[in-house]
């Protein structure tokens, strides 16, 4: 019994520490609702089930950009993380009808 309890106090806290470096956030805006991973070993984001895209930090706020492809259209994203507040902002330009699109939304931690 005692070896079964030593061997228990001995992985728990492994799995426990390696669980800390990924961060899962829901996030809403009006009706959309998105999935964001923070992998902060790596320096990872990942949306849905997109690629994961390399990030930078800056004081409070986490941001990155991607490209996507819909439609023969180019759509360019600069998204900004405010970590303390869990508020992110998505701002898309359309290459070829040269729209600009600034969605809100906001975030909550899922344990």
């Known amino acids: 019994m005692l070896k079964i309890l030593i061997i228990i106090f001995l992985f728990f806290p492994n799995v426990l520490l ?16 998105l999935y ?14 997109g690629e994961q895209k390399k ?3 800056q004081i409070d706020f986490i941001y ?3 490209v996507s492809y819909q439609n023969n259209d180019t759509l360019f994203r600069s998204i ?15 290459s070829k009808s ?6 809100y939304y906001q975030c909550t931690l899922m344990k």
């Open 18 to 33: 390696a669980d800390t470096d990924n961060k899962i956030y829901s996030c809403n805006e009006n009706k959309s609702k």
């Open 55 to 57: 990030y930078s930090v």
């Open 80 to 94: 900004i993380f405010h970590k303390p507040t869990g508020r992110m902002s998505v701002n898309t330009y359309n």
């Open 64 to 66: 990155w950009d991607t």
């Open 98 to 103: 040269k729209n600009k699109k600034l969605a």
């Open 36 to 49: 964001v991973l923070f992998n902060h070993n790596n320096k990872t984001v990942m949306i849905g089930m």
